[in-house]
């Protein structure tokens, strides 16, 4: 547990907690050297010469007023290496979320790290007040104790020398029991927790499709886990804990005993027996204390773990020796992807190559649309353009220049993407473009929203740039979202622009407004369209097919109507639809 602290801490965190550590071993010690001198004060006040007490009196009253001073100062630094360990660990968090590659950070994983941020790090913070401490004394006083003993009586201090490991191993034996069994627990309310998150974001679908609670298998599912993982930490946790409370009251008897039995034979005079027994009741406090510690300790380290497991988790590499990309162009060169690098893969998806011998090229300036059934592999190629992970097989290069050897800051300053599911910061529309490039001026500003279409959402809002867009961007319309995450995209100014389903939430009208703009950006930029619409992909430079991870065919709108392939077929629907959306269900 300690050592755990001493990991998240870090080696600028590790000095305060040395301090406390000293000082709390040294309270501990202390109180076990007053409560040993209550035997010779007894002794003094219940022998033959009740003046003899003072100066034991004196010394006692010396030791506990000393305890009380450090132990003052320990609670105090318990509380400051609390609160420093929140500072640390959401700064080591932060600067980890940084250096993970973005493709970590599934929905899943997304929510265990604001578990971890947020509730477990509020318990670890009050570990080194409240938990550690008892801990400490519950260990060092006893210890302290059974050595006093000596000084008073030699058979006591090896009894008890005997029977305090059979205590503590009772208890560790308890208490190695009761953690599998708290991890178990710890994982059934997790899985309960993300299904719960789901089940409410879900509401609308659910709702939708006149799903009630009993309909939704999944949560009831984790709910019925999570109450068996109860059962089975009382029924089994219950044995160890009576135990133990049994083990104590057997060496305290056995004590007694004894202590009788020397006390007929005289040699052990009465005082001395009370005094010792008032030790023992004493040491079995602390010791049944170290039960009540170790099991707050088994959970803050349970915590601890998962958070250092959190901290230790690889870096994305970064190269060494960073180069500069030559020039904007892009080009995929045999690239083939499985999701599998993550810790959890989904069961059975894992193996299945999602990108196969994928090759194509960007020209600078240029414009490329790609299009597919859903699920073919676009995302994914986006956020391989832009490193979210890395490929399995083949190179994916920007301006001649391996993505794995371009540095973060040079990549995220040559990429920059606007996806499907926009997410907006809680601030106002002009902080949430900005947020691209703050020190960019108003006429930059203007014009990215001229042509992203944010110019006609702002008139139309009341407070116009200063509305207050609410967490996640929840006060706007979903293509209002989209269009301010297209304008933040266009402000950045960054060489290469990848639109991922960019355009799915807009109207017909403001779409085909944009697919003008988008064309007029294809003058300055690299531009990479995933896109679903035809009036977007018909005046791309080249449109690249793609089926099942694998691209099937490529070339000009006209090319590709020509070639009669699945291109065509997609042309043909549409132009029977009258529609505009280019359907893409897989044939
Ligand atoms: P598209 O954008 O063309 O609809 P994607 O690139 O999103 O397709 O997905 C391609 C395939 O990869 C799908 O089969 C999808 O299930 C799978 N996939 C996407 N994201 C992940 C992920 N994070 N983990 C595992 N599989 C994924
Ligand atoms: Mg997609």
Known sequence: MIRQLYRVLGPEGSRPLNRLLVLQCAAAVLQGVAFALLVPV??????????????????????????????????????????????????????QALRLPLGWFDAGRTAEFSRLAGQNVIQVMSTPAHLLRPFISSLLTPATLVLATFFFDVRTALVLLVCAPVLFAVQAASSAVMRRLDLGRDAAIGESADRVLEYARNQPVLRAFGRTAEGYGALDEALVAE????????????????????????VFALLLALGVSWQLDGSLTVATLLALLVLLVRLIDSVSSAAEAGAGMRIARNTLERLGALLDEPPFPQPAEPRTPRDASVEFDKVGFRYDGGADPVAGAAARPVLNDVTFRLPERSMTALVGPSGAGKT??????????????????????????IGADDLADHVSLVFQDVYLFD?????????????????????????????????????????????????????????????????????????????????QENE????????????????????????????????????DGEITERGTHDDLVAAAGTYASFWERRAQAHGWRLESAPS
């Not at 110019?455 to 319309?477: C, H, I, Q, T, Y």
């Open 42 to 95: 007894l002794r003094a006040l219940l022998g033959p010469a009740p003046d003899d007490v003072w100066p034991w009196l004196t010394a006692f009253a010396g030791c506990a007023l000393a305890h009380a001073v450090l132990q003052g100062a320990a609670v105090s630094g318990g509380f400051t290496v609390g609160s420093q360990l929140s500072r640390v660990l959401h700064q080591r968090m932060a600067d």
């Open 227 to 250: 109450a068996r993982a109860d059962r089975r930490l009382i029924a089994r946790g219950l044995p160890g804990l009576v135990s133990f409370s049994f083990a104590t009251r057997l």
């Open 380 to 405: 994914t190629i986006a956020g391989l353009l832009a490193r979210f992970r890395d490929t399995t097989e083949g190179t994916v290069r920007i301006g001649g220049v391996d993505v794995r050897e």
């Open 427 to 507: 601030g106002t529309i002009e902080e949430n473009v900005r947020i691209a490039a703050p020190h960019a001026y108003s006429g930059q500003l203007a014009e990215a929203a001229a042509l992203s279409g944010l110019d006609r959402v702002v008139e139309e809002l009341p407070e116009g740039w200063a509305m207050k867009v609410g967490e996640g961007g929840a006060r706007l319309s979903g293509g209002q979202r989209q269009r301010v995450s297209i304008a933040r995209a266009l402000l950045k100014d960054a060489p290469i622009l990848v639109l991922d389903e960019a355009t799915a939430a807009l109207d």
């Open 512 to 547: 085909a407004l944009f697919a003008q703009a988008v064309r007029a950006l294809a003058a300055r930029r690299t531009l990479l369209v995933i896109a679903h619409r035809l009036s977007t992909v018909v005046g791309a430079d080249q449109i690249l097919v793609l089926e």
